[in-house]
């Protein structure tokens, strides 16, 4: 799938935005469900869900939806019929359009530079549609494995735009030398935006330790 040169300019915004995203997000919040399923096909949470219900089959799991935004995943997942998703995000108007949806048992504001701290460590993670141009980035993929029990995976969408302009595939060699506690999977192609012609890349991640 190649990229559209013809990007919505609500996209735009996101991808050339390389500082502190939280207003963009903040005031993209009431409309960002319809826009970005109705209007650009968005289909990275069906897929990511998908996959997730083959690797994590006990539905009381403990899971943290890792940059939840509105409740997209949230809501898929809870519907699957898993019952303990606790949620994060970084904008505040994101995160009160997730707690509406009735998903999740906890939310908290949290910015996934720095590392999820948690007393009780979850069971599995999963993180859609945060990483792709700027922060967080490749580096950034242990500050939610840190928060899995030992055996937990972690699964994670990364815009297939930004996998290759910003080459993340580069990013990620020797991601498992480099962090002991974490390994990478797998790395598979999805749909993403379809739209615009978007792909992506859902990454496998483990935490051994």
Known sequence: MADSDNIDSRLSRVYKQNGD?????????????HD???????????????QFETLVSDRQARILDAGCGTGLVGSRLKKAGYNNIFGSDYSEKMLEQAKATGAYLALEQHDLTQPVITDQPYDAAIAVGVFAFSLPSAEHLVNITCSLKTGGIAMVTVNGKAWRQVDWESKLEGFNQAYPHTRLVNVRTIEYLRTDGIDGRLLTLRRVG
């Open 21 to 33: 995203k939280r207003d963009l997000f903040d005031d993209w919040a009431q409309t960002y469900d």
């Open 36 to 50: 970005l399923v109705n209007e650009m096909g968005y289909v990275a949470d069906v897929e990511a869900c998908r």
